[in-house]
Nanobody, 123 residues
Framework: QVQLAESGGGLVQAGGSLRLSCTAS????????MGWFRQAPGKEREFVGAISWTGGSTPYADSVKGRFTISRDNAKNTVYLQMNSLKPEDTAVYYCAAGGSLPRVVGGMGDSWGQGTQVTVSS
């Protein structure tokens, strides 16, 4: 099973940007669909976006569409989440997930999950 580790979280002002990374170990990410999810205090985990193993399909949640971009570098075994125009409501712990198919990842049924990285957006 692949192990995932997120990094890049932090504190940023509204309107700012952050780039999160999700690096894999144990197995190559090349044939996994990957996803990003987030969970705010007192709320359920929600889907943010995902990317197919080829990178050719990148569905996003409506709340982040046009502001967030997912990309992957299979040579570095890393997936990225570029977050622009951040809003206070984007504050959450962000998790990455790996799965065998894009629909499974989008549906929250990833096979592997990271421990999460905190993103805090101040107003």
């Amino acid at each position: 099973q692949v192990q995932l580790a997120e990094s890049g979280g932090g504190l940023v002002q509204a309107g700012g940007s952050l780039r999160l990374s999700c690096t894999a170990s144990g197995r190559t990410l090349s044939y996994y669909a990957m996803g990003w999810f987030r969970q705010a205090p007192g709320k359920e985990r929600e889907f943010v976006g995902a990317i197919s193993w080829t990178g050719g399909s990148t569905p996003y949640a409506d709340s982040v569409k046009g502001r967030f971009t997912i990309s992957r570098d299979n040579a570095k075994n890393t997936v990225y989440l570029q977050m622009n125009s951040l809003k206070p409501e984007d504050t959450a712990v962000y998790y990455c997930a790996a799965g065998g198919s894009l629909p499974r990842v989008v549906g929250g049924m990833g096979d592997s999950w990271g421990q999460g990285t905190q993103v805090t957006v101040s107003s």
